[in-house]
């Protein structure tokens, strides 16, 4: 019998880092927690072989984003993009941090796709520069550019404001 206590710590200690990290890529909540599922039971499939690797987590945030990416062009139009970003509900009782939360991820939507993928992955996964260019399999050259451009292009004014 398989010893499984390595992917079971593995699981524990991953599973929220990697759905909020497929929402904040722009996979709706409960299509993130099936996607971030079949990814770790592909992942449970082969572990022998993901802990052979490497780094575990470039392994597991790779079949991650693949099946993100199989989801995506299988229900193209169940998410098809639109040209504004729908208004807010206004409540008073919202905390700072779920305004500050609703405006980064107004910020990340307006990214492309690659972009915003290597933002999450940097800094809501916590990977290194190397770790992500591993991911999506690019140059780290690849990386530090997209981070450079992504992080031009949100407003990083307006959610300092926020923050505050």
Known sequence: MRNDADFVAYLAARWPFLVRSLVLIGCPRHEAED???????????????????DDVDVVVYRIVLDGWHRSRRRRWWAHAPTAELPETI????????VL???ALEAELARLAPED???????????????????VLEVPLADVRARVSAALAAIDLAALGEMSR
């Open 90 to 97: 206004p409540v008073a009782d919202l905390s700072d941090a």
């Open 35 to 53: 996607v971030a599922r079949t990814a770790l039971a592909r992942c449970y499939g082969a572990w022998e072989q993901v802990l052979e690797a």
């Open 100 to 102: 500050l939360r609703q």
């Open 116 to 134: 915003r993928e290597v933002l999450v992955l940097r800094f809501a996964a916590g990977l290194a520069e190397a770790q992500v260019a591993d």
